[in-house]
């Protein structure tokens, strides 16, 4: 879940971070100049790509995600654990890099990070009375010298560059600025719709962003066929909003279309409606449907609330959200009435809640640093429900996750890549080749001007629609890693054929990701 998480979230800034060069460059404008954004790039693509796992953990981890909703499976078992004591149990991860290789294994009292790409993990679980179990986890990833406010001013590049962009400096951004991401990512993704629209002093922003696993067959089949499985059938949707009722964000997702919506100034999100002279507050309050396939069912929640607090100190970036009010459950009808007490345990007391940020911590290294605390009610049904679960997980494992690995690691590294030769300022001729997916696709970048029938004001809008990024061929520039590619016969058009295969995006269990 983790990793899947973290990789569709970077794929729509990629996309926008296409056409600001700007965005990049504070990640090197620190004390550690241009060797902390390189830190910061190759900790994620090496934590977040293929892992060696020691014989122990790897037969610990799949345990432990049978068990993520019947916490007793594993409560007693020693060869899980690093400590045991009363009725608290923990598991002590350490992670760390060897070139290109990572290896992730269980270390009781394991250190925190010191050098970039360095993790440590600390799973506890505590028994609160009979049947009742509390996971928390806090995880630290070490990426180097980048600080907390290098990564807020690249955001913030990142949106400023959406704003004031024309018709042809949009199709130049995109040629220009991260070619090799988005080639990579356009083996998975359709970047379908961008709508730019300059309103009250702002730009409204819709990006449409659609996972196609058609585009992966040849090269990571095991993962097309999860995504077809899994991720075809998610619905999903949520919206941010504040005190008052206004609106920050929107994302909906249906038939493997994912669509955001934000509005921006002055680099700043602002309300999607009204004025245009507010900043985002530190509270808002999200509200979230979700459902997807199990079986013949369908199973999901409506209604769920989420009261996220932002963290925005000098030395510490990030958000934590609460989850307290127990939501709609969409459950078959015959098991509903046998959760009333197992489903609303997760949100009595304190409830449960995740946090993500990035720390700089005191004489070393930064970090970025997830936590989570989740409750849990065992019953016979809830154990039913982590089956389904398994089900995916089981799935995953069976070839799909080195392939989901693999790719994981490419798209991070090719935008690590793109970010250092901006950095470096080097001159690079980029020439279109063939587009990699098949002949149905558009093989350019189609922007247009359109006026749209129900905008009452009729302002311009500059559009991206049903556009494929094409593949680059790049000459020149740092860490150049664009290998060589074969064309298949019986390909349509020729289209170029790669050898890495793909990535994860479905979330699977929390402990799935390690």
């Known amino acids: 879940m983790r990793r899947s998480r973290g990789l569709l979230s970077l794929v ?5 971070l296409q056409g600001c060069p700007e965005a990049a460059r504070p990640l090197g404008s620190g004390p550690g100049g241009k060797a902390a954004a390189d830190d910061l ?8 790509g293929p892992i060696e796992r020691g014989p122990a953990f790897d037969a610990a981890r799949s345990r ?3 068990a993520a909703l019947a916490p007793s499976r594993v409560f007693d078992e020693r060869e899980v654990w690093t400590a045991r004591e009363a009725d608290v149990r923990q598991l002590d991860l350490f992670g760390h890099r060897d070139g290109e290789k990572y290896s992730l294994d269980m270390r009781p009292s394991a250190p925190p990070p010191r050098d970039a790409g360095d993790y440590r993990g600390l799973l506890r679980l505590n028994r609160v009375e009979k049947g009742r179990f509390e996971w928390t986890m806090r995880e630290e990833l070490a990426v180097g010298a980048v600080r907390p406010s290098d990564v807020a ?5 990142l949106l400023r560059s959406a704003e004031g962009v024309s018709e042809e400096e949009a199709r130049a951004h995109a040629v220009q600025a991260f070619p090799r991401a988005a080639e990579v990512l356009s083996r998975l993704f359709r970047l379908e719709t961008l709508e730019l629209t300059a309103e009250g002093g702002a730009t409204a922003i819709r990006l449409g962003l659609r996972l196609e ?3 992966m067959e040849e090269t990571a089949p095991h993962y097309a066929a999860f995504l077809k499985k899994w991720a075809a059938p998610m619905r999903m949707s949520a919206v941010a909003t504040d005190a008052t009722g206004a609106s920050w964000w ?3 997702a249906a038939d493997m279309l994912w669509t955001v919506r934000l509005r921006v100034r002055d680099g700043s999100l602002v309300p999607l409606e009204g004025r245009a002279d507010r900043r985002v507050p530190d509270e808002l309050t999200v509200a979230a449907d979700y459902s997807m396939k199990a079986g013949p069912f369908t199973i999901g929640v409506r209604d769920l609330v989420v009261d996220v607090t932002l963290t925005r100190a000098p030395g510490e970036k990030g958000y934590v959200a609460h989850y307290r009010q127990e939501p709609d459950w969409r459950l078959p009808f015959l098991i509903k009435p046998f959760l009333r007490g197992s489903l609303r345990y997760p949100f009595e007391g304190p409830g449960s809640s995740a946090g993500y940020s990035v720390r700089e911590s005191t004489g070393g290294p930064t970090e970025f640093v997830r936590e989570f605390r989740f409750r849990v009610r065992e019953s016979w049904i809830i154990r039913w429900l982590g089956g389904r679960g398994n089900e995916a997980m089981s799935d995953f494992r069976k070839g799909a996750e080195i392939e989901a690995d693999r790719y994981n690691q490419e798209c ?5 890549d793109d970010v250092m030769a901006l950095l470096d300022h080097t001159p690079r001729t980029v020439s279109t080749v063939r587009p990699f997916r098949r002949s149905k696709h558009t093989v350019a970048p189609s922007l247009s001007r359109s006026h749209v029938p129900d905008d009452r004001s009729r302002r311009a809008r500059a559009s991206f629609r049903g556009t494929v990024w094409p593949s680059w061929r790049i000459e020149g520039g740092a ?3 664009v290998g060589s590619r074969t064309v298949k016969s019986g390909q349509a058009n020729g289209a170029s054929r790669a050898t890495a295969p793909s990535s994860r995006v479905t979330a699977v269990s929390s402990f799935a990701a390690w």
């Open 153 to 157: 001013d690249a955001v913030t590049g």
């Open 213 to 215: 696993p058609d585009g």
């Open 479 to 481: 860490g150049d890693r």
């Open 250 to 252: 929107s994302v909906q």
């Open 412 to 416: 991070l590294y090719a935008l690590r």
């Open 12 to 16: 729509p800034l990629v996309f926008l």
């Open 64 to 66: 432990l995600a049978r």
């Open 41 to 48: 790039a190759v900790a994620i693509a090496t934590r977040f």
